[in-house]
């Protein structure tokens, strides 16, 4: 269900400065099963962009989760996490993984009021790491199905009250 090719994939984006903590998320992901495209930017400038959608991440997808390193060359997770409150409405949140070596509590707090989904220290256990995006995953599809039936039901609803006699000799 997790890799089923009817269902979009998983968008991701990794903020993550270190390459070699990249690599370990990338093959991670791999061996999940969790159908998914992940986009790898190292900056919190690059994560800005990526999310704005503009310069050469013009044609960037919307995302589904957000994998953020805390520790970045020019700033800090939260410097994403704060843009993204100014990006996106409250009900368009994106789904957030901190992945951090950081043991700085202030983070961790503020994390949590910024709506932080998962907060993982370093060295991260592969286990719950992917039991995390697997959950996410179902989530989605949950969602995906919720809205499908959504649309179906006002389509339908929509052409009995277009055809309100048609409606009235079925019943």
């Not at 983070?107 to 910024?114: A, G, N, P, S, W």
């Amino acid at each position: 269900m997790l890799g089923d090719s009817r269902t979009k994939p998983m968008e991701i984006l990794l903020v993550e400065d270190g390459l070699v903590d990249a690599r370990i998320t990338i093959h991670a992901l791999r061996r999940s099963g969790v159908h998914h495209r992940l986009t790898l930017v190292r900056t919190v400038h690059e994560a800005i962009l990526f999310m704005k959608r503009t310069g050469i991440f013009a044609r960037a997808p919307r995302l589904d989760l957000l994998l953020l390193d805390m520790i970045l060359p020019d700033g800090t997770g939260l410097d994403v996490l704060e843009e993204m409150m100014e990006i996106q409405p409250e009900s368009g949140r994106i789904t957030t993984v901190v992945l951090t070596a950081s043991e700085d509590d202030t983070y961790r707090k503020r994390c949590d009021e910024l709506g932080v989904c998962d907060y993982i220290q370093k060295p991260v256990s592969e286990e719950e790491f992917l039991r995390v995006v697997r959950d996410h995953k179902k989530l989605m599809i949950h969602l995906q199905q919720v809205a499908v039936a959504s649309a179906a039901e006002e389509a339908a609803e929509a052409s009995r009250s277009e055809h309100p006699f048609e409606a009235r000799a079925n019943t």
